[in-house]
């Protein structure tokens, strides 16, 4: 079946050590999404790739950095976590960024700061 | 900028029964698609029902299907026949409709709870 795989779906991390979180679809989706979901609260968009450009949120932090080396592989860098990064962070694909294209989500990681 | 507004943190259905969700927004926009997504524990998030603001007619997918009000920006989901692996957290969400309009704006979402 044709979907949007996040690896690892549990990841632990030190305070202050770089993580990757990776994303891989074979949907051959044009658009990639990265969302951070905190406990109890929404998804909130970071950024997202339309094909090779690029799309930084205006509030995301310095710190999250994001690469899309082909169209089915997107990754998210955490430079330095801090205590405050640890959150779901769903990666999600759509075929266009309009609306009538709805956008479809991985199962998530969970990342946890020690 | 837009907000989404979900009232009920939480809720719960009796297996079998019928469950409305509410939603609310604000926007000043003309043209826009509405979501209903949902999140099973530890699973993905997958689109219920989408509606074109456009449209008059309410979405209807199965067992779900929405009551869209535009001019009272409300936009509640309907559950019929409960069943116990609709246990999700449910999430409205907004979207412009148009160039460039990629943000989905969400509510805080709704917990439900399918009691047997």
């Known amino acids: 079946d044709a979907m949007v795989i996040q690896n690892p779906r549990y990841q632990v991390t030190q305070f202050g050590k770089p993580v990757t979180l990776s994303c891989s679809q074979t949907l051959n989706h044009n658009v990639m999404y990265w969302y951070q979901q905190k406990s109890s609260q929404a998804p909130k968009l970071l950024f997202h790739?339309?094909?090779?450009?690029?799309?930084n949120e205006a509030d995301t932090p310095d710190n999250f950095q994001s690469r899309r080396p082909n169209t089915s592989f997107c990754f998210l860098d955490i430079r330095s976590p801090g205590l405050g990064d640890a959150a779901m962070y769903l990666c999600?694909?759509?075929?266009?960024?309009?609306?009538?294209?709805?956008?479809?989500f991985g199962d998530g990681t969970r990342l946890s700061i020690l | 900028a837009q907000t989404v507004t979900q009232s009920q943190p939480e809720m719960s259905v009796q297996e079998a029964e019928t469950v409305t969700l509410s939603c609310t927004y604000d926007?000043?926009?003309?043209?826009?698609?509405l979501f209903w997504y949902k999140q099973p524990p530890s699973r993905q998030m997958i689109l219920v029902i989408r509606q074109e603001a456009y449209k008059q007619q309410n979405a209807t997918e199965n067992r779900f299907s929405v009551n869209f009000q535009k001019a009272a920006k409300s936009f509640s989901l309907k559950i019929s026949d409960s069943q116990l692996g609709d246990t999700a957290m449910y999430f409205c969400?907004?979207?412009?409709?148009?160039?460039?309009?990629?943000?989905?704006?969400f509510g805080k979402g709704t917990k439900l709870s399918v009691i047997p």
């Open positions: 969400a907004f979207m412009r409709a148009g160039a460039g309009s990629y943000q989905l704006t």
């Open positions: 926007t000043s926009e003309s043209n826009y698609y």
């Open positions: 790739y339309y094909d090779k450009d690029f799309n």
């Open positions: 999600a694909t759509s075929l266009s960024p309009w609306g009538n294209q709805p956008q479809h």
